[in-house]
Antibody, heavy 119, light 109 residues
Framework: EVQLVESGGGLVQPGGSLKLSCAASGFTFSGSAMHWVRQASGKGLEWVGRIRSKANSYATAYAASVKGRFTISRDDSKNTAYLQMNSLKTEDTAVYYC??????????WGQGTLVTVSS | QSALTQPRSVSGSPGQSVTISCTGTSSDVGGYNYVSWYQQHPGKAPKLMIYDVSKRPSGVPDRFSGSKSGNTASLTISGLQAEDEADYYCCSYAGSYVVFGGGTKLTVL
């Protein structure tokens, strides 16, 4: 059974930093692209970014709204993906989900972790 | 990176059919056969319902079907049931990034 467990969310002040983790199990993590998707309260889903596998040079891509502030990384030895968030803004407040990307879709999602950016 | 356009809400009575549209551009929906649909109940993570425009994952009822014409994809739910009441999101690959629709709230009357 595929499991994705996010952690690291919490309250942070505007301009601050936070690093989220996504612990994966139940599939070949090293061969999978991992994506992050967020959802502000009462709003829709927003793609944040992704990191591909080693075979695809760990290539990353980001949404325009977070580019230059967020960084996605992974540690295949720990089956874990990360989302480093810097220069946080109030509009980054959301539940952040990590997802496994497979065949052009997201068949597996974590339970999400809440990030609140507020003074 | 503009969001795909979905109706904000649709409704139908039990047993009826509803269709949710998802309009993008030739750079996303129209350019790739990587359109997927997600169902989300309040407080829950999204659930994949349709992938690659029209394929259903194992366990998803065949009441759910997907299609695409040009830059517009559609999700049709036939034989509506009370448990289908939820938010639905379309999603498309767009080259180096991914884009979601704004979401549609389905109400079962």
């Amino acid at each position: 059974e595929v499991q994705l467990v996010e952690s690291g969310g919490g309250l942070v002040q505007p301009g601050g930093s936070l690093k989220l983790s996504c612990a994966a199990s139940g599939f070949t993590f090293s061969g999978s692209a991992m994506h992050w998707v967020r959802q502000a309260s009462g709003k829709g889903l927003e793609w944040v970014g992704r990191i591909r596998s080693k075979a695809n040079s760990y290539a990353t891509a980001y949404a325009a709204s977070v580019k230059g502030r967020f960084t996605i990384s992974r540690d295949d030895s720990k089956n874990t993906a990360y989302l480093q968030m810097n220069s946080l803004k109030t509009e980054d407040t959301a539940v952040y989900y990590c997802t496994r990307h497979f065949g052009g879709s997201y068949p597996d999602w974590g339970q999400g972790t809440l990030v609140t950016v507020s003074s | 990176q503009s969001a795909l356009t979905q109706p904000r809400s649709v409704s139908g009575s039990p047993g009826q059919s509803v269709t949710i549209s998802c309009t993008g551009t030739s750079s996303d929906v129209g350019g790739y056969n990587y359109v997927s649909w997600y169902q989300q109940h309040p407080g829950k993570a999204p659930k994949l319902m349709i992938y690659d425009v029209s394929k259903r994952p194992s366990g998803v009822p065949d009441r759910f079907s997907g299609s695409k014409s040009g830059n517009t994809a559609s999700l049709t739910i036939s034989g509506l049931q009370a448990e289908d009441e939820a938010d639905y999101y379309c999603c498309s690959y767009a080259g180096s990034y991914v884009v979601f629709g704004g979401g549609t709230k389905l109400t079962v009357l």
